[in-house]
């Protein structure tokens, strides 16, 4: 029976362990103690409580657990490299990471210093939280499993199989980078906006937010096109981008999404691993990101009064 230890007791963390648990040896880690006894609410309404193993980072250091078969970090994107470095410690350094992050910051960062294999998990699963013993599983969505370097595409279909065992909908693919940059613009157009004016993701279509989209989405459709990232629906250019923000703001109307939950909740935000490697690229090419410089900038300074 494969181990998967899961770092990081999120929403996504919390679901993984839920759903992984029946057919596999899950352990939970977080810094914080939590309660052996969790609670599943799925998308039907139904309540499942389930005993799952929890343990802190400390305690790790002082059980002998089998070594895992595959550590999923399911932290925050900025704290994803820190969480790895509390365990490198307690595993060996073969360990096949799953990098279940926003953005692009710290997937080809680990990916680069971690000497395992590294996949990178890209889902569109809704949870949240309530609370310290229960995860509500909103709406499901697919999962796509792949690294960046293609390398690890056997690795990534047993994954997916597991996973696919599990309840998810998990498919391994060989074009993972695109599907994180193709997330990560759709955030880009979304998150920041709704984050520093307080509105759910609906409100984006009024006429004060709208021209903020398409100014935002100007900027991240030519950076796109110089990382040679594609619209997943195959149209080419800015007015893909454009449709598809828009499709997703339909599709999320009533969201509130992470970023605005996370000002609300007075928590860092993801701005680094989602606005950072736009403004980084921007530079790096050469090409206009006055917007997305001045949604970071505003972001940072919200964040400096938490
Ligand atoms: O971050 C989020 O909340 C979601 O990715 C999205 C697409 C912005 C919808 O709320």
Redesign the pocket.
Known sequence: MTTHWILGPGAIGRLLAHSLAPLNEVALISRRALPEQQVLTTPEGEQHSQRLNVFTVDQLASNTLKPPGFVHITTKAMAAEAALESLSRVIPPTTPLVLWQ?GFLAQPRITQAWPGPVLCATTTQGAYLTGDEGVVHAGRGPTFIGDLNNQHGALSETLAQTLGEAGFTATPVGDIRQRLWQ?LA??AA??PL?ALHGVR?GELRETAYAGLVAAVVTEVASILQAEGIQPPTGRQGKEAWLALVWQ?VEN?AH?????LQDVEAKRPTERGAILGPLIESAQRHGLAHEVLQALDAELAALEARF
């Open positions: 926003n997330k759709v955030n979304i998150n709704v993701n997703v999320t969201n509130k999404a992470s970023m």
